[in-house]
């Protein structure tokens, strides 16, 4: 249960010159084809098996949504074949068929038979829609005086009252409030722990990778890149900079990872360590101690100006911390062709426990998005270990002090027995 | 493609079968909303077809003086014009809902998978509805003045299916070929206002001349609003062999209803 094949799938939208194109099509007795077809997608191939979590990722008008729509049975296909085992809920559009003048019971029991549940088990499940959405005695009032956020989290509710084997999530999910927010990603997340196969559209680089097992990059109406999320992430955010895609590539490096490289290449990174504070390159670093990036770049042909970016990256691929010099007022300006610039990047080590990338970036001003010389990620990997300090957990090393007060006891007595 | 729309008549009112609930609410939900915010409530959805009944008895009967030729009862022309005007009213309701309920729910067809043949028929439903409030007060009017037709009753049934058949059938095919062509909509509303008044329902059969008569008979809806105003006015059946006709173009406006909106549902959901 909750499986999905994607086989060779197209999509295409039949446009008429005019009117009248389409009226003389049908009465044709030749049946003469008077539309062109604009395709949206095509070729899509995929596989999702009993279980997985595929995020979609893609510019505006990748096709995303398209595809969902074929997958949840609103549209069809024009070519190809669609094979979907297990019940299917969709998290795309929140609120279908509620009506404002009924009360939340009204609109659930409604929406709820148009969604395909039963009376029999709206009744039996409506508790717990209830006591999910929280919105009190609202329950009983009609929803034209609802907040859009009461709406919004009956809404999901509902949609979630009972575990589909295959959701599908878009990435519109700001449901309500942050504590709302943060129940229904737990939802979503319960679910994928009992079974259900995941399907996420999302630009959220965090919500991808945190919950995806693979990702899929749509672009232009095909599948350009799937694979691990990170990886496909990378991929992603070069090509958001690219028109072209060809300058993108990736290569595979000996310890199987990944890296991602693009840009139009005026300056390029010749090399990258991290030296320890002898001055001595290392690969793995204790917490809290002081290192050093060193970054060496040639400028291949002369560039105006030239900021340098870096971030540091969790075995996710989530960025940890990222800065550049042009935000640091460090930007260099007039460089010419063969010069060779050193940059030494100093920081304590703040971090907690556990393998961490870099990617660094070499753009005119501030976004890679505006002039992108290169983007590299995965640049450097280095492990960071804790034996000195004491055990913690999380990714950030914030030294605690902690200062406790116990009236009424001596508080020398209670240092000692702290210790 | 194996998705539900796709396999099967049968299939098909499988899955309307089970979305028997959501129709059923939403025929419930249409009929509250719309006395919702008001003082009387319900009560409108009586005084609005009372008021007609009146309006017809008292103006054309009492006033007017009409008499139907033949027949000496000073109601009989208000029982004719009711007759055929209820039955009327729900057949054009049927048509006229039915030929925008695509564009109308367009949000909902192009969102949600569910079978989009529940549109129309809630939009039937509905159509029903209204129309038992309207005709048991025409029922009460009739016990009143002491014209009830009695077991002959029963005999406006099959005529009822036949009549709302067509409007079925017809109203589908509209109501999709309005998704593509808006100019059906409003063509048809002209189309509807003729087509009332090339059947007999104000005036009797009788009053045309002898050329005019002919082309009314090839009206499928002449044979219907006759079978009414045969069980209401003289108290006996109706007759039953011009019923056929009819039948066979509600048959058939069902089959191109069906075959049409399964031709074109795909392509519908992308021109919404």
């Known amino acids: ?419 | 493609m194996e998705i539900a729309t796709s396999s099967g008549i049968a299939n098909l009112f499988r899955t309307l079968w089970s979305y028997r609930g959501y129709i059923s609410s939403s025929v419930q939900r249409e009929f509250q909303s719309r006395y919702r915010n008001s003082l009387l409530g319900a009560a409108w959805n009586v005084l609005n077809p009372l008021t007609m009944i009146v309006i017809y008895t008292v103006i054309f009967s009492q006033l007017m003086r009409a008499r139907l030729p033949g027949i000496d009862h000073a109601f009989a022309y208000s029982i004719y014009l009711c007759a055929g005007l209820i039955t009327w009213g729900m057949f054009s309701e049927i048509l006229t809902r039915s030929q925008t309920v695509f564009l109308d729910n367009a949000n909902l067809i192009k969102k949600l998978n569910f079978p989009r043949l529940c549109l129309p028929l809630i939009v039937v439903l509905n159509a029903w509805v209204n129309f038992l409030i309207i005709f048991s007060l025409f029922l009460l009017f009739l016990i009143f003045v002491n014209q009830f037709p009695g077991w002959y009753i029963i005999a406006v049934l099959p005529v009822l299916l036949i009549q709302t058949a067509l409007a079925i059938g017809l109203g589908t095919a509209i109501g999709v070929l309005n998704v593509f062509f808006r100019d059906v909509g409003h063509l048809f509303g002209i189309v509807l206002q003729f087509w009332f008044w090339f059947t007999p329902i104000i005036y009797p059969l009788s009053a045309l001349p002898e050329w005019a008569r002919a082309m009314v008979q090839y009206n499928p809806m002449t044979p219907v609003v006759a079978a009414y105003q045969t069980i209401f006015i003289n108290g006996t059946w109706p007759h039953w062999l011009p019923l056929w006709p009819a039948m066979a173009c509600s048959v058939i406006a069902c089959v191109l209803g069906l075959m049409l909106f399964r031709n074109h549902a795909g392509e519908m959901v992308d021109e919404l």
């Open chain 1, 1 to 419: 249960m909750g499986t999905i094949r994607v086989h060779n799938l197209g999509k295409a939208y039949r446009q008429y010159s005019n009117r009248w194109a389409r009226l003389a099509e049908w009465l044709s007795p030749t049946k003469k084809i008077r539309h062109v077809q604009r395709w949206v997608l095509h070729d899509i191939n995929f596989e999702v098996n009993a279980g997985e979590s595929i995020g979609i990722v893609g510019i505006n008008g990748a096709g995303k949504s398209t595809l969902l729509k074929i997958i949840t049975g609103t549209t069809q296909p024009t070519t190809g074949s669609l094979e979907i085992k297990g019940t299917v809920a969709a998290l795309l559009e929140l609120g279908m068929g509620f009506h404002p003048d009924f009360t939340g019971r009204q609109n659930v029991f409604m929406a709820g038979q148009l969604i395909g549940l039963t009376h029999n088990e709206i009744i039996t499940l409506l508790p717990e829609i209830q006591a999910f959405a929280g919105i009190g005695d609202y329950f009983d009032q009609p929803l034209r005086i609802y907040s859009s956020g009461m709406q919004m989290r009956l809404a999901f509710s509902l949609a979630t009252a009972r575990r589909p084997d295959i959701l599908i999530v878009d990435e519109a999910l700001s449901v309500g409030d942050s504590f709302f927010k943060h129940k229904s990603f737990a939802r979503i997340r319960e679910f994928r722990e009992q079974g259900t196969t995941l399907l996420i559209v999302s630009h959220d680089r965090n919500a991808i990778q945190t919950i995806c097992d693979r990702a899929i990059l749509l672009h232009g109406g095909s599948i350009v890149r799937q694979g691990p999320p990170e990886e496909v992430m990378d991929f992603y955010n070069a090509l958001m900079a690219e028109t072209e895609l060809q300058t993108v590539r990736q290569i595979t490096q000996r310890d199987g990872s990944v890296q991602t490289i693009s840009g139009t290449g005026e300056a390029v990174i010749d090399s990258i360590d991290l030296l320890n504070s002898a001055n001595a390159p290392v690969e793995t670093v204790e917490v809290g101690a002081e290192v050093t990036f060193r970054v060496r770049v040639g400028i291949r042909q002369s560039v105006p100006r030239l900021a340098l970016g870096y971030m540091i990256k969790d075995h996710l691929g989530q960025p940890i911390y990222g800065i550049n010099t042009h935000r640091l007022g460090q930007a260099l300006e007039n460089l010419a062709a063969g010069e060779h610039i050193v940059y030494h990047i100093r920081f304590p080590v703040n971090l907690g426990k556990g393998t961490y990338s870099i990617a660094l970036s070499l753009s005119c001003f501030d976004s890679h998005l505006d002039k992108n010389y290169e983007w590299r990620d995965r640049c450097l990997l280095f492990h960071v270990v804790n034996v000195r300090r004491e055990d913690f957990v999380g990714c950030a090393w914030l030294n605690a002090k902690i200062d406790i007060e116990r009236p009424g006891i001596n508080s020398t007595l209670l240092d000692h027995s702290a210790k």
